[in-house]
């Protein structure tokens, strides 16, 4: 089913007699995801505005990840959070996603980017939260609450985003040959000093990097004290390209067999690190690691530690707590009071 409107939509979920999934280009549904009959938000599409100088933006959540960004990249503006690229994605994935790359150690996650929304509950009712600009959020927070709900609270159909000048310069700091608690004191040195980094990471083959944005004079200087600030962990290579964080943001879509996703405090990664089975990297200054496992392996987390198994078998770590469960429960009952999205089976 592919409704072109919001009626539409409203329509559709008030006459399901069963289970249904809310998808775009499907392109970041996880293991388990996407079961029952699936309504395509792709009829859904388009930028209903965009104010260059307001840095506002806001879009129908069937439009295409690509379309957004080539239409930022005329202006001179981009998503600072560093959705990745997949083909197929579209804005409502990567709401309901929350999908957030590298630069997410310094301007925040998707849903801080996120401003408004308009979304369709289970029983058909149209809801709008949120504005255009940041001074107009009142209220309870539901576009926070929406963004990373993965479809299970309500279909979105409208975004507003807050988008992001481009940076003028770029520089990236490269450490070969560090192991992972090294390259995790690396990263936290960068992170916790004047350096203003905008992306921290481990590439699978060992290599460090750490990127710096901004005038082209800042960007040098902060570059040079970086690289010395660094010394102890070796001579840092000093370019100017962005593969390297293209590499760390795209790595999930290219590595091999089952690939767990799992998010925690940088001083808890060592640890976790040192158990992972195969190849992996890590982003977010040490706070996420993407693990290529063997079937049937699971990680031993850390207290407040999360897992996820973004291809392969479905499995999550750790189980709700008994209070966490009951918010959910209490959280779809309202919004999805007939139970219509399927969400993860």
Known sequence: ?????????AAMLRGAAGPVAITGGASRLQPGEGQGMRIDMRGMTGITLYEPAALTLVVHAGTPLAEVQAALATEGQMLGFEPDPRPGSTMGGVAASNASGPRRVSGGACR????????????GQIVKNGGRVMKNVTGYDLVKLLAGSRGTLGAITEIAFRTT?????????????????????????????????TGAGRLPVGRVVLRLEGLPGSVELRARALAAALARFGSAEIVEIAEDFNELRDYPQVAEGPVWRIVLRPSQAPAVLAQLPGRHAIDWGGSLIWAEAPVGWRPDLPPGARATRITGEAAQLPQADPVTARLEVGLRAAFDPRGLFAGRR
Do not use: K
């Open 112 to 123: 801080d980017a996120m401003l408004g929304v308009r979304l369709v509950t289970g029983d």
């Open 165 to 197: 000048p481009v940076p003028p310069t770029r520089a990236v700091l490269r450490l070969d040959g560090l192991d992972d608690a090294s390259a995790i004191a690396a990263m936290t040195t960068a992170l916790g000093g004047p350096y203003d980094v």
């Open 1 to 9: 089913m592919r409704p072109e409107s919001e009626a539409d939509l």
